[in-house]
């Protein structure tokens, strides 16, 4: 019983990250720049988050690994509701767009973990498809748009 209850006191007040993908504007481009997706890891959780070592991997509609784009996203802390982005860059191409998300990438693999101030280690897995992202963006353009007419 005494397990449990340090388990949830743990969740309930310890660091949860969670990992999405967000249209961003390069800074001091906002109005004439292109729009890029970034990979956006939040800490949701009320105490920061340490130590966190992820490794994110892009895999293809045939669930083949594209190793030659793995990328690592390490930061020594994140502090509770903040959050750090990640430019999903592929090595020697240009940062994907809404209007261009290479077509090979289907789903996003993000695996690894993070520790909590007193030393506790957390995993962390999510995956994150592709499609529902573009589908969801492209919802939230038409509807902004509709919006800007109106």
């Given at each position: 019983?005494?397990?449990?209850?340090?388990?949830?006191s743990?969740?309930e007040?310890?660091?949860?990250?969670?990992?999405?993908?967000?249209?961003?504007?390069?800074?001091?481009?906002?109005?004439?720049?292109?729009?890029?997706?970034?990979?956006?890891?939040?800490?949701?959780?009320?105490?920061?988050?340490?130590?966190?070592?992820?490794?994110?991997?892009?895999?293809n509609?045939?669930?083949?690994?594209?190793?030659?784009?793995?990328r690592?996203?390490?930061?020594e802390?994140?502090?509770?509701?903040?959050?750090?982005?990640?430019?999903?860059?592929?090595?020697?191409?240009?940062?994907?767009?809404?209007?261009?998300?290479?077509?090979?990438?289907?789903?996003?693999?993000?695996?690894g973990?993070?520790?909590?101030?007193?030393?506790?280690?957390?995993?962390?897995?999510?995956t994150?498809?592709?499609?529902?992202?573009?589908?969801?963006?492209?919802?939230?353009?038409?509807?902004?748009?509709?919006?800007?007419m109106?």
């Amino acid at each position: 019983m005494v397990k449990v209850m340090e388990k949830t006191s743990e969740r309930e007040y310890g660091p949860q990250l969670r990992a999405y993908l967000e249209l961003a504007a390069i800074r001091g481009m906002e109005r004439s720049g292109p729009v890029i997706v970034v990979l956006r890891v939040t800490n949701i959780g009320r105490a920061p988050a340490i130590d966190i070592d992820l490794l994110i991997k892009f895999t293809n509609s045939d669930n083949q690994h594209l190793s030659d784009s793995d990328r690592s996203f390490k930061k020594e802390v994140l502090l509770a509701f903040n959050h750090s982005d990640l430019i999903l860059c592929p090595p020697a191409r240009a940062p994907p767009t809404l209007e261009y998300i290479p077509p090979e990438i289907s789903r996003i693999e993000i695996g690894g973990g993070y520790k909590d101030v007193d030393g506790n280690n957390f995993s962390f897995n999510q995956t994150i498809v592709m499609k529902d992202f573009v589908d969801t963006a492209n919802k939230m353009r038409l509807a902004r748009n509709i919006t800007r007419m109106s």
